[in-house]
């Protein structure tokens, strides 16, 4: 009966191994879910931005705004008769007499 009884706990560890530390055990599955998730957060974000494109792209097409933005922001382009003025931060700014020697 003892033999029995050694057997059959045996046969249980034996089968049990594979469940748990197997190859397609619950441990492998919890590390595979969690590259799961973080793959559909990344999806998530990579739609958002591809959406966010899209809707550029679509008012680049559409409207005259867009590119007049992009004009002025990325190309500094002015209209005519405009002029542009730009302002330095003051430890940039050259001080008014930086130029001349005086001896």
Do not use: H
């Amino acid at each position: 009966m003892r033999l029995l009884c050694l057997v059959l706990l045996a046969l249980a560890l034996a089968t049990q191994y594979p469940l748990w530390w197997g190859k397609g055990g619950w441990l492998s599955l919890r590390s595979l879910q969690t590259q799961v998730n973080v793959e559909a957060d990344n999806n998530q974000a990579l739609t958002a931005r591809n959406n966010a494109l899209a809707a550029e792209v679509q008012d680049l097409k559409t409207g005259t705004s867009a590119v007049e933005e992009r004009a002025r922001s990325e190309l500094n382009m002015i209209r005519e008769g405009e002029y542009f003025v730009q302002i330095l931060p003051p430890e940039t700014a050259t001080p008014p007499n930086a130029g001349s020697v005086t001896r």
